[in-house]
């Protein structure tokens, strides 16, 4: 165990940006739980992954504007796609969608066959690097995170099954490349159960999502262990506590 990874300056733009990711996913992710469609973020981050993994091929800087249209249109064409089974195929929507995921997944593989560091850019997609994220890159997140919110807190009775579709491509889109597939989903859905059964889920979720994301950051500096598979377990321990735990305790109050 070691205190040198306890660095507000590493810490602080990882904890603000997982800040800035719940804000728009708890809501988000309470809404796909309603929805019955679990898998769908797993589906829409792939193919934005997808996305960046081909404006790679095309020698596109890592960040620059090029990769994020790519990224973003990927996500968009997802979002009109399952949007569109969804109304068609209702009844087989998520074998469609679990099958959208495998091959934009697979896709990714054969794009990254050929680098010899394909194997390393196929982990930071799924797992992420968290501890990088800068001050610099948090602006962009927070102009996104801003827009979905308003659009969602003002709108939400009136999106469609198109206009989320849509919203929520955008969000996963933002999100997947500072933190990686998998704490995409942790983030979305893993406050989403915690949360059912509460008296306000949305704060509940909140919650949650704010205690593992601080805690696992915590924990993965002191262990020295992979931040994102730390905090997605953090989350998922949080969750527990308070799904089981707190509401029993409150009950037997």
Same mark, same amino acid.
């Given at each position: 165990?070691?205190?040198?990874?306890?660095?507000?300056?590493? &810490?602080?733009?990882?904890?603000?940006?997982?800040?800035? +990711?719940?804000?728009?996913?708890?809501?988000?992710?309470?809404?796909?739980?309603?929805?019955?469609?679990?898998?769908?973020? !797993?589906?829409?981050?792939?193919?934005?992954?997808?996305?960046?993994?081909?404006?790679?091929?095309?020698?596109?800087?890592?960040?620059?504007?090029?990769?994020?249209?790519?990224?973003?249109?990927?996500?968009?064409? $997802?979002? &009109?796609?399952?949007?569109?089974?969804?109304?068609?195929?209702?009844?087989?929507?998520?074998?469609?969608?679990?099958?959208?995921?495998?091959?934009?997944?697979?896709?990714?593989?054969?794009?990254?066959?050929?680098?010899?560091?394909?194997?390393?850019?196929?982990?930071?997609? !799924? @797992?992420?690097?968290?501890?990088?994220?800068?001050?610099?890159?948090?602006?962009?997140?927070?102009? @996104?995170?801003?827009?979905?919110?308003?659009?969602?807190?003002?709108?939400?009775?009136?999106?469609?099954?198109?206009?989320?579709?849509? !919203?929520?491509?955008?969000?996963?889109?933002?999100? @997947?490349?500072?933190?990686?597939?998998? &704490? @995409?989903? $942790?983030?979305?859905?893993?406050?989403?159960?915690?949360?059912?059964?509460?008296?306000?889920?949305?704060?509940?979720?909140?919650?949650?999502?704010?205690?593992?994301?601080?805690?696992?950051?915590?924990?993965?500096?002191?262990?020295?262990?992979?931040?994102?598979?730390?905090?997605?377990?953090? +989350?998922?321990? +949080?969750?527990?506590?308070?799904?089981?735990?707190?509401?029993?305790?409150?009950?037997?109050?």
């Amino acid at each position: 165990m070691s205190f040198e990874g306890l660095e507000l300056s590493i &810490l602080g733009p990882a904890f603000i940006a997982g800040l800035m +990711i719940l804000a728009t996913h708890v809501p988000l992710g309470q809404e796909v739980l309603k929805r019955g469609i679990i898998f769908i973020d !797993l589906a829409i981050a792939q193919i934005a992954g997808l996305g960046v993994i081909a404006a790679y091929r095309f020698g596109w800087e890592t960040h620059g504007w090029q990769v994020q249209l790519v990224a973003l249109s990927s996500a968009l064409i $997802a979002a &009109l796609i399952l949007g569109w089974l969804e109304k068609r195929y209702q009844q087989f929507q998520e074998a469609l969608i679990g099958i959208t995921f495998v091959l934009a997944s697979t896709a990714s593989i054969l794009l990254l066959a050929d680098n010899p560091h394909g194997g390393e850019s196929l982990k930071d997609l !799924l @797992v992420g690097q968290i501890l990088w994220i800068t001050w610099d890159q948090l602006l962009p997140t927070a102009l @996104v995170t801003g827009f979905i919110l308003i659009i969602w807190f003002s709108f939400r009775q009136r999106l469609n099954h198109l206009g989320f579709y849509l !919203l929520f491509a955008l969000a996963v889109t933002s999100s @997947v490349q500072l933190i990686g597939v998998y &704490l @995409v989903f $942790a983030s979305l859905i893993i406050p989403a159960l915690g949360s059912v059964g509460h008296r306000n889920v949305l704060l509940t979720g909140y919650v949650i999502g704010v205690l593992g994301y601080g805690l696992g950051l915590i924990a993965s500096s002191l262990l020295d262990l992979p931040s994102g598979a730390i905090i997605v377990w953090s +989350i998922a321990i +949080i969750a527990l506590l308070v799904k089981f735990v707190i509401k029993n305790d409150h009950k037997i109050a």
